[in-house]
């Protein structure tokens, strides 16, 4: 199957309607002229006849040639901090025909789709001429749809795809592809970090808070301190801060809101797919000893608390909430947490009577037990 390079504009909404950004870049192109690109409804799946019917500017600019062609794409683009970034690709991409093109337009425009796509670029203010059949130039099953999640991989200045600007097809060289074209896992840094603002050089760009690097450098200066500058590092596999003692991990995520509940909110899920979601077999994060923490300023409260003991306690999620201030000490949960594998047979516990049936982990800070696998019942 012929693969290619594809760019699609920036689109800060997934690709599932016009999302504005592209009138703010002042981009030399139809997207930035009209304040909107044909293919910001990529990744808004409407099936007829089986495919979703959507809109690549390269192949319309390539179409005489690819017509009635069955090809690969990998998709790219470049973000509000001008990096290139992968978002996707999409095998067996079917390019339309004439006829099918024709066929696409009346059946969406029949079922009123067009009219949706007509108020999603009134609510960017973009500009509009009279809808044509040749909004639609592919087709492709929703399952050969692959949208990358982010932060979106970023090209390095070796990769192709930097080394390309207009929206064109180009073809992939296959070792090119092989190498460049993957889901990097991002390598940690154990120098601490620059505490000010800064621009994230991933997928939405933009400033970053910049009190969150400056929780970031102290904490982590201060962990460095209590276990030693190479077992502390930070974004090593996007967590904040990973502490590696022997084969234990703690997962530190970072948050800077004032509130403890909102805190947790913002970076539970996170933490949890650092820890156990794993597209990478690789991953620096993946280990099954791995202790959770989520840092903010804000004091947890009794109801914040509580919410936490119940996640560790009937769900036996590994989680911690730890209050840290600019300036401030580090953390008891880091330097008083003690941990001693316990063998097999059965402990007691503030439930009931915990039949341990791996090796567990006891907290010596409040003597919950953490069991591996484990069999429960009330007294």
């Given at each position: 199957m012929e693969q290619y390079y594809a760019r699609i504009c920036w689109n800060s909404k997934?690709?599932?309607?016009?999302?504005?950004?592209?009138?703010?870049?002042?981009?030399?192109?139809?997207?930035?002229?009209?304040?909107?690109?044909?293919?910001?409804w990529l990744f808004n799946i409407s099936k007829f006849q089986g495919?979703?019917?959507?809109?690549?500017?390269?192949?319309?600019?390539?179409?005489?040639?690819?017509?009635g062609k069955t090809i690969d794409v990998l998709l790219w683009t470049i973000n509000p901090a001008k990096l290139r970034v992968q978002v996707g690709e999409i095998k067996n991409c079917q390019v339309l025909t004439d006829g099918q093109k024709k066929e696409a337009f009346e059946h969406?425009?029949?079922?009123?789709?067009?009219?949706?796509?007509?108020?999603?670029?009134?609510?960017?203010?973009?500009?509009?001429?009279?809808?044509?059949?040749?909004?639609?130039?592919?087709?492709?099953?929703?399952?050969?749809?692959?949208?990358?999640?982010?932060?979106?991989?970023?090209?390095?200045?070796?990769?192709?795809?930097?080394?390309?600007?207009?929206?064109?097809?180009?073809?992939?060289n296959r070792s090119d592809v092989d190498t460049q074209w993957i889901v990097r896992t991002r390598q940690g840094s154990t120098t601490i970090p620059s505490p000010r603002a800064y621009t994230r050089s991933v997928s939405q760009g933009g400033t970053v808070d910049p009190y969150h690097p400056v929780l970031q450098a102290e904490l982590m200066k201060l962990l460095q301190e209590q276990f030693g500058n190479d077992n502390v590092v930070r974004e090593?596999?996007?967590?904040?801060?990973t502490v590696s003692t022997g084969k234990k991990r703690m997962l530190i995520e970072i948050k800077t809101y004032p509130v403890a509940k909102r805190a947790i909110r913002e970076a539970l899920g996170q933490i949890l797919e650092?820890?156990?979601?794993?597209?990478?077999?690789?991953?620096?994060?993946?280990?099954?000893?791995?202790?959770?923490?989520?840092?903010?300023?804000?004091?947890?409260?009794?109801?914040?608390?509580?919410?936490?003991?119940?996640?560790?306690?009937?769900?036996?999620?590994?989680?911690?909430?730890?209050?840290?201030?600019?300036s401030g000490a580090l953390p008891d949960a880091f330097t008083t947490t003690k941990q001693?594998?316990?063998?097999?047979?059965?402990?007691?516990?503030?439930?009931?009577?915990?039949?341990?049936?791996?090796?567990?982990?006891?907290?010596?800070?409040?003597?919950?037990?953490f069991p591996v696998i484990h069999k429960k019942r009330k007294q």
């Open positions: 997934g690709w599932r309607f016009p999302s504005g950004d592209i009138g703010g870049l002042k981009e030399k192109s139809n997207a930035g002229r009209d304040g909107f690109g044909h293919e910001e495919y979703h019917y959507s809109f690549l500017q390269p192949v319309s600019n390539s179409y005489r040639k690819m017509s969406y425009k029949k079922a009123g789709w067009l009219k949706l796509m007509g108020d999603d670029v009134a609510r960017v203010n973009g500009k509009k001429d009279e809808w044509s059949y040749g909004m639609f130039n592919i087709r492709f099953r929703p399952t050969d749809a692959i949208q990358y999640d982010e932060p979106f991989p970023v090209a390095k200045p070796t990769d192709r795809i930097a080394t390309l600007k207009m929206y064109k097809l180009v073809p992939g090593s596999g996007w967590v904040d801060i650092y820890a156990y979601f794993h597209s990478d077999p690789q991953s620096p994060t993946q280990t099954v000893d791995a202790e959770l923490f989520i840092v903010a300023p804000g004091s947890a409260d009794e109801k914040a608390s509580a919410y936490l003991n119940l996640l560790r306690d009937k769900f036996h999620i590994p989680v911690q909430y730890c209050q840290f201030e600019s001693k594998v316990l063998p097999k047979g059965v402990y007691r516990d503030k439930d009931g009577i915990l039949t341990l049936t791996w090796d567990a982990i006891v907290d010596n800070q409040d003597n919950h037990a």
